[in-house]
């Protein structure tokens, strides 16, 4: 009689230990597809994060292009306007 429960006990823990073995290569297999899952979200966010920057920088470059600036340089502006120095006013008593 006691070889016979042995034998049951040793059975049920070797189905035991390869069904522990399963769940954990599931749990592994599941872990893995999260954090693909995971990784392609990110990425997803990223591409139209770096969409909608080229967009903002396309209209505020068509902005910036639709402004009409006349800038004429006829050689005549003062070259020493930076190193004028303003004279303080004279306070009298």
């Known amino acids: 009689m006691k070889k016979i429960i042995l034998v049951s006990v040793l059975a049920g823990t070797s189905a035991q230990a390869q069904l522990v073995t399963s769940n954990s290569a ?3 297999g599941l872990k893995d597809a ?4 995971e990784v392609r ?3 997803q966010i ?3 994060l770096e969409a909608a920057r080229l967009e903002d920088e396309r209209n505020r470059r068509q902005k910036f ?6 800038v004429v340089n006829d050689g005549t ?7 004028a120095v303003q004279q303080p006013a004279t306070v009298t008593y």
């Open 41 to 43: 979200t990110e990425n």
């Open 46 to 48: 990223l591409e139209k």
């Open 65 to 70: 292009e639709s402004l009409n600036f006349s």
């Open 26 to 28: 599931a749990l592994e």
């Open 77 to 83: 502006q003062n070259q020493n306007t930076s190193t």
């Open 34 to 37: 999260r954090k693909q899952l």
